[in-house]
């Protein structure tokens, strides 16, 4: 006599995945990931900001402007970047009180305005100012 076994059908609760330990995994991994990440932190130009001093009334210092562009202007003349050393030290040796004040546009590149601060340097100007502009 053939006995006849019933087949238990799969209920729908029983054929789905439950997603929930999965679910933990990842938020679990994503807290390790945020925590353990290493934050890098930008380099930069360090700029002492000194404090506002009344300027001495035979003072005139020397006034270099870089555009959006990336051209150095003093006054009215563009001048060469190659340039910039010995404008200043002719400048210099009429105004030895001279400062050298760069004014960078916005737009404009730091290696231009930094490479004038070195050029400054070069030239024995230890008192170099940055200011910046937008149209």
Not at 29 to 52: C, D, N, W, Y
Request: glycine share 4%.
């Amino acid at each position: 006599m053939p006995t006849h076994i019933p087949r238990r059908r799969a209920s729908q609760d029983e054929s789905e995945i439950d997603l929930t330990p999965m679910l933990d995994v990842v938020f679990i991994m994503l807290i390790f990931f945020i925590v353990t990440a290493s934050f890098v932190k930008e380099a930069g130009i360090h700029v002492a900001r000194p404090q506002p001093q009344v300027e001495e009334a035979g003072k005139r210092n020397i006034l270099l402007t870089v555009t959006a562009g990336n051209e150095i202007w003093l006054g009215e003349r563009r001048i060469d970047a190659r340039s910039v050393r010995a404008t200043i030290e002719r400048l210099r040796a009429a105004n030895p009180e001279a400062a050298v004040l760069i004014r960078a546009h916005e737009d404009s590149d730091t290696e231009v305005f930094a490479g004038i601060a070195d050029q400054s340097r070069e030239a024995g100007v230890y008192d170099v100012s940055i200011t910046t502009f937008a149209d």
